[in-house]
């Protein structure tokens, strides 16, 4: 079969796999929600931006102890493990196959 043929094309959009939910476009549209949160002394602050402000900014962190800092900071880790896994997969067969879509 023709790497390129239509059946071999349309086989592969129909996988459930291929609509995976974390994606680079995502992870910016994301994003772009988060920056445009609206932030005021009479709002508390979402768990977004206080995990953001927990991780980035020392006056922020001491609100955590030792430990509660290490399990937050493992917990990322893992889910930007994933995130790497699911928009960059390690196989090449997975990446050839993901580009022949995207080409399509």
């Given at each position: 079969?023709?790497p390129?043929?239509?059946?071999l094309?349309?086989?592969?959009?129909?996988?459930?796999?291929?609509?995976?939910?974390?994606?680079?476009e995502?992870?910016?549209e994301?994003?772009?929600?988060?920056?445009?949160?609206?932030?005021?002394?009479?709002i508390?602050?979402?768990?977004?931006?206080?995990?953001a402000?927990?991780?980035?900014?020392?006056?922020?962190?001491?609100?955590?102890?030792?430990?509660?800092?290490?399990?937050?900071?493992?917990l990322?880790?893992?889910?930007?493990?994933?995130?790497?896994?699911?928009?960059?997969?390690?196989?090449?067969?997975?990446?050839?196959?993901?580009?022949?879509?995207?080409?399509?």
């Amino acid at each position: 079969m023709n790497p390129q043929s239509p059946a071999l094309v349309a086989t592969l959009k129909a996988c459930g796999t291929h609509h995976a939910s974390v994606s680079r476009e995502r992870f910016i549209e994301g994003w772009t929600e988060l920056c445009r949160e609206d932030v005021t002394p009479f709002i508390k602050p979402s768990l977004p931006v206080m995990a953001a402000l927990l991780l980035h900014d020392d006056r922020f962190r001491q609100l955590l102890n030792g430990t509660e800092q290490l399990q937050l900071k493992a917990l990322v880790q893992l889910a930007l493990d994933r995130y790497q896994q699911q928009t960059n997969p390690p196989n090449k067969l997975g990446r050839l196959i993901a580009g022949l879509i995207k080409e399509q």
